[in-house]
């Protein structure tokens, strides 16, 4: 199945927000409210910091927030801080045969 | 939640592999269950998805045929196995629940911390 478009990287200032997208098509991430997304840390299993596009998981600090608007969707981190450095990957529900489950290429988040 | 895997190693193309994943901390049988993996440096792949009673199963395409997920609810198990492994197959291998008894619609709420698999002869 086709992977989702991310940019590869994306750098902010401690304090700062940054936002970063999520491209899919019409069959992904336009089709549903099924998006979610994924923090990496280095070495570390991903973690689900979002789900259905703008729901934060109990835990999950209230810096991470989602969006969507037609095929692409969004995380926006706020109040940047060096724990926060790491990937991040979106997914979401597809329809393909007769179902499946796309990934984002990724994003690598740096603090400078 | 606790989602510990095991089973992984080093196999030689063309040969086989049987994967666990070991769940406590939640009613196992409730939830469907998925794999997800990483090969060296690259992004996450999903790989298959399992639903809570064993009914529905579904497979990334790029492993539909060699690859069979299952479950024992008796044992709060999940496994994978994996036939004709090919040396692209080598990645960690992730179990992840599913904050749903259903397949379809799923996020990945939990995930365990992995197993590697290394196919090379």
């Known amino acids: 199945q086709s992977a989702l478009t991310q940019p590869a990287s994306v750098s902010g200032s401690p304090g700062q927000s940054i936002t970063f997208s999520c491209s899919g098509t019409?069959?992904?991430?336009?089709?549903?409210?099924?998006v979610s997304w994924y923090q990496q840390l280095p070495g570390k299993a991903p973690k689900l910091v979002i789900y259905?596009?703008?729901n934060r998981p109990s835990g999950v600090s209230n810096r991470f927030s989602g969006s969507k608007s037609g095929n692409t969707a969004s995380l926006t981190i706020s109040g940047l801080q060096a724990e926060d450095e790491g990937d991040y990957y979106c997914?979401?529900?597809?329809?393909?045969?007769?179902?499946?489950?796309?990934f984002g290429t990724g994003t690598k988040v740096s603090v400078l | 939640v606790q989602l510990v895997e095991s089973g992984g190693g080093v196999v030689q193309p063309g040969k086989s592999l049987r994967l666990t994943c070991t769940a406590s901390g939640f009613t196992f049988s409730g939830y469907a269950m998925h794999w997800v993996r990483q090969a060296p440096g690259k992004g996450l792949e999903w790989v298959a998805v399992v639903s809570s009673d064993g009914s529905d199963k579904f497979y990334s395409d790029s492993m539909k045929g060699r690859f069979a997920i299952s479950r024992d609810n008796s044992k709060n198990t999940l496994s994978l196995q994996m036939n004709s492994l090919r040396a692209e197959d080598t990645a960690v291998y992730y179990c992840?629940?599913?904050?749903?008894?259903?397949?379809?619609?799923?996020?990945?709420?939990?995930w365990g911390q992995g197993t590697l698999v290394t196919v090379s002869s």
């Open positions: 992840a629940k599913s904050p749903y008894s259903s397949a379809y619609y799923n996020c990945f709420e939990n």
């Open positions: 019409s069959n992904d991430a336009g089709d549903y409210n099924y």
């Open positions: 259905e596009v703008t």
């Open positions: 997914s979401s529900y597809t329809r393909n045969n007769p179902l499946n489950y796309a």
